[in-house]
């Protein structure tokens, strides 16, 4: 059996599941898909396997693997996470796993490109419209209550290399899901308190300077997703946003 896997999961369908331009023999590459969809058992390169959970949230079933190579991967000692909108492009890619591996870390994602603070960050979320007000506060109120300080560090988890013989590795990523269904259902704002509890440091994965977006060894694909409803609708969502910013935002000046 290999010692490496890259894999990733795609709910609701495969369509968009990428082929890598640049493979590596070291490796097997697999996706997740919810229960029904596994078919014949491949997608090009893919081997499609079912994720052994019934989750109603398309989100938050799709993060299950995410959280959870130990349990679905066993026998490969690297598992590295991958985005379905990433596509390896490059050699420089599997170079650059080397060296991280090499390097002795047990966990390693991209720096934020923008931000260093999960409190920021849940901000910025929050304007954006990418999550609610109720579970940002309530993970902003959890990350107070434990002392967790602000600029304590960001990752952007779309690429994601651990170390599955670590047991702290393994108990960050079972804090990590505890942390998604009480806490908010963005991820980015839950690994770094998680790591500090478990102890593992989070080593950067792309070279200084480097975000997803513009390193040479991936392509990054932006999904075009247009909101539901016209022009009254969208006026509505806007309000929630606004409303959602103001709220929280007074929240974090109140600390």
């Not at 995410?66 to 349990?71: A, D, G, I």
């Not at 026998?75 to 080397?98: A, H, K, P, T």
């Amino acid at each position: 059996m290999k010692e490496r896997v890259i894999y990733t999961s795609i709910v609701g369908g495969f369509d968009a599941l990428m082929q890598p331009e640049v493979t590596d023999p070291r490796y097997d590459y697999v996706c997740f898909v919810r229960k029904g969809e596994a078919g014949a058992g491949r997608a090009g390169l893919w081997q499609l396997r079912e994720i052994p959970v019934d989750i109603p949230d398309p989100r938050r079933l799709s993060r299950y693997p995410k959280m959870h190579p130990s349990e679905l991967l066993p026998g490969y000692r690297w598992s590295l996470w991958m985005d379905g909108n990433l596509q390896i492009v490059s050699e420089l890619f599997y170079r650059r796993v080397d060296e991280i591996i090499e390097s002795g870390v047990e966990m390693a994602a991209p720096v934020h490109p923008k931000r260093d603070c999960i409190y920021d960050e849940a901000l910025a979320v929050v304007s954006a419209g990418k999550e609610e007000y109720a579970p940002a506060a309530r993970t902003i109120k959890f990350l107070r209550s434990k002392g967790y300080p602000r600029h304590a560090g960001l990752c952007e988890n779309a690429l994601l290399l651990r170390d599955c013989g670590s047991e702290a590795v393994r108990r960050l990523d079972a804090m990590w899901w505890e942390c998604l269904g009480s806490l908010s259902g963005r991820d980015q704002l839950s690994l770094m308190y998680c790591a500090r509890e478990c102890g593992v440091r989070i080593a950067p994965f792309l070279p200084e300077g480097r975000s997803i977006r513009d390193w040479d060894a991936l392509a990054y694909v932006y999904h075009d997703r247009k909101p539901a409803g016209g022009w009254l609708a969208g006026k509505w969502r806007g309000l929630r946003k606004a409303l959602a910013k103001k709220r929280l935002a007074a929240l974090l000046a109140s600390f």
